[in-house]
């Protein structure tokens, strides 16, 4: 059975603190993996990790993939309100069909 | 624009009924999913279909059903089986290409 680990399950940081989000999966067939970030509705896509190594970066959010030790962290550099938010870890095994989704880090930066 | 619809926002259901949810994508997807959220948790995977006329069960299908009758429409149905329904539901679609999964805004079904 595909698993996918989040952590940590809560977080609490002050404004312009930098965060460190942890994922890590032991899936069959690993194809690639996804972040996603939640606000109140539709989760919206993030990052598609799929080699080792690599960051992936958008503004002050960051991502990489270490697929030897099957994990993959997403940092957030100087984080504001607006980055409160559930983070979701997803990958996609089993080919390219479906989604295993981890329970997701939710994040609250406070003014 | 093109995009995921879910309808209803809110949904009460009463003991016994079965009640459907609503998702239409326009983006011309072939793969579309549903998904269930409890307070906590991630998203599991109830039910999803690569094509029209085709639907696979994912990890928590009993108590619900499907229906891909146009590529555009992935209907819902909770029955009265599924005995503990209260929870936020996700729809979602791709293409079948190595793409994300880009979701609706969520239906939230109630007991009443």
């Known amino acids: 059975e595909d698993k996918v680990v989040q952590s940590p399950l809560s977080l609490v940081v002050h404004e312009g603190d930098t965060v460190t989000l942890n994922c890590s999966y032991e899936?069959?067939?690993?194809?690639?993996l996804l972040w996603y970030k939640q606000e109140k509705k539709a989760p919206t896509f993030l990052f598609m990790l799929?080699?080792?190594?690599i960051e992936k970066k958008s503004g002050r959010l960051s991502s990489i993939l270490d697929k030897k030790e099957l994990f993959s962290i997403l940092n957030i550099t100087a984080t504001q309100t607006g980055d409160s938010a559930v983070y979701l870890c997803?990958?996609?095994?089993?080919?390219?069909?479906?989604?295993?989704f981890g329970k997701g880090t939710m994040l609250l930066v406070s003014p | 624009d093109g995009g995921i619809t879910q309808s209803p926002k809110y949904l009460f259901r009463k003991e016994g009924q079965n009640v459907t949810l609503s998702c239409e994508q326009n983006?011309?997807?072939?793969?579309m999913y549903w998904y269930r959220q409890d307070p906590g948790q991630g998203l599991r995977l109830i039910y999803y279909?690569?094509?029209?006329?085709?639907?696979q069960k994912g990890d928590i299908a009993e108590g619900y059903s499907v229906s891909r009758e146009k590529k555009e429409s992935f209907p819902l149905t909770v029955t009265s089986a599924q005995k503990n329904p209260t929870a936020f539901y996700l729809c979602?679609?791709?293409?079948?290409?190595?793409?994300?999964?880009?979701f609706g805004d969520g239906t939230r079904l109630s007991i009443l």
């Open positions: 983006l011309n997807h072939d793969a």
């Open positions: 899936v069959t067939n690993f194809r690639s």
């Open positions: 799929t080699s080792s190594g």
């Open positions: 979602a679609s791709k293409t079948q290409l190595d793409q994300p999964q880009h």
């Open positions: 997803a990958v996609f095994g089993r080919g390219y069909s479906t989604l295993t």
């Open positions: 279909s690569q094509i029209v006329n085709d639907f």
